[in-house]
């Protein structure tokens, strides 16, 4: 079946500091992966996404490349802020309209 | 433009009543989708319903769990004899066909005492 894994957290990290949240998925075919982040107090909102392999997503000065080789949607930010502060969730979608299978979630506090 | 809706947004029940949650999707959206978010399981489907075609309830955990969507808009899931367990937050989501994006709700926060 298809799964997602991705990093416990919480990560805790300084302002400025290097990010990276690893994602490794099992799935059928060729399927679309996503990160999606949930503001404190807020929905779940699409960050970004890449639909085939090698494919980079990149929103906000989060980046994402799409490995088949290795199964990975590692998230990966610069220079991250306070208001990075949220959880980040990685997903896959085998096709079409089906339902996402989201990973546990990894909660970033970032600190000033 | 609007995005889609949930009622109501907090919800407070004792264990063995029947609660109704409500979704309404993002207009001219296709597909509409519930998945539950709970401590320790992060986010589950539950169940699918795209168009006239027969819902997908593959996600379903019991048969306490139901949900319909009249009129290919608004849906309502319901969960009967509520159990603690049943305590999450339940997010709604539809999908323009073309587009492939889900758009979230903002859920409701179900609590079982």
């Known amino acids: 079946g298809n799964s997602v894994t991705q990093m416990e957290g919480p990560v805790t990290l300084s302002e400025e500091a290097f990010l990276t949240i690893n994602c490794t998925y099992t799935?059928?075919?060729?399927?679309?992966l996503f990160w999606y982040v949930q503001y404190p107090g807020e929905g779940l909102q699409l960050l970004l996404k890449?639909?085939?392999?090698?494919d980079k997503g990149s929103n906000k000065g989060f980046e994402a490349t799409y490995r088949k080789e290795t199964t990975s949607f590692h998230l990966e930010k610069g220079s991250v802020q306070v208001s990075d502060s949220a959880v980040y969730f990685c997903?896959?979608?085998?096709?079409?309209?089906?339902?996402?299978?989201f990973g546990k979630g990894t909660r970033l506090s970032v600190i000033a | 433009g609007a995005g889609v809706s949930q009622s109501p947004s907090n919800k407070v029940t004792e264990k063995g009543k029947d609660v109704e949650l409500r979704c309404d999707p993002i207009?001219?959206?296709?597909?509409l989708y519930w998945y539950r978010q709970s401590l320790g399981q992060g986010l589950e489907f539950l169940i699918y319903?795209?168009?006239?075609?027969?819902?997908?309830k593959s996600g379903l955990p019991s048969d306490r769990f139901s949900a319909e969507r009249t009129g290919g808009s608004v849906s309502t899931l319901t969960i009967q004899r509520t159990q603690q367990e049943d305590s999450a937050v339940y997010l709604c989501?539809?999908?323009?066909?073309?587009?492939?994006?889900?758009?979230f709700g903002p859920g409701t926060r179900l609590t079982v005492t």
């Open positions: 989501a539809s999908t323009l066909e073309v587009s492939y994006e889900q758009y």
């Open positions: 799935a059928t075919g060729y399927p679309s």
């Open positions: 997903a896959l979608r085998n096709s079409g309209n089906t339902p996402l299978v």
């Open positions: 890449a639909t085939k392999a090698d």
């Open positions: 207009s001219g959206h296709t597909a």
């Open positions: 319903f795209q168009g006239n075609s027969a819902p997908d």
